[in-house]
């Protein structure tokens, strides 16, 4: 199994790059809107003892708009336009002969980010020969906006599928976002919402 997800990442998604259509999204009960486009490229794909590492570079631009109290945007609550590099590690365990692996930001150009000591556990790893899924999960909160200079503390879950359109690769990104206390960690399903976030190879 290692060796056949390695090849389909080697063959159909490495150094290709992808483009994320433009996601809107509301935030803080309606207060805020964002908007959300970007350009990726996943690269280093190198095997380990056990597995397999690579990292995924995205360039982005993302806005998020004050909204008033018709819902016209206003002013700019916050600005997470860069380019981030994020790397993948995944490695089968004997005890189970499963895949499994953690995602984590290593290095960004975007400022007053959210991704610094943010790490998400990846699981369920299944690959039937034509398209790649697996899930994640952050572990421990991260912030999130709801005004300015306001945050909340919040995980983002996630199932990701890579497949071939038409021979050209498509990444998609499903997120689930939950309110978490930051002293029991207790999640619960957060009223902001965020649409499915679909790249395509160009």
Known sequence: MN???????????????LVTDEVVYTLGNGKLEGIYNDQMIFSNL?????????????????????????GVRTTIAKDYTGTSVFCYELAMRKSTNHLTGYMHC????????????VVYGIFDVIFDGKELCWRENQLLYRDNPIGEDK?????????????LDNGKVVYEYLPILWDVNPRTLEKRLSKDDYPPYISKEV
């Open 3 to 17: 060796n056949k997800i390695f090849h389909f990442l080697e063959n159909s998604l490495i150094n290709k790059k």
């Open 46 to 70: 190198v095997k380990t003892e056990n597995g397999f590492k690579f990292n995924m570079t995205t360039l982005t631009h993302e806005l998020i708009y004050n909204l008033d109290e018709k």
């Open 106 to 117: 290593v290095s960004t150009t975007v400022l007053n980010q959210t991704m610094e000591a």
């Open 151 to 163: 945050y909340k503390p919040v995980a983002f879950d996630s199932k990701v599928r890579i497949y």
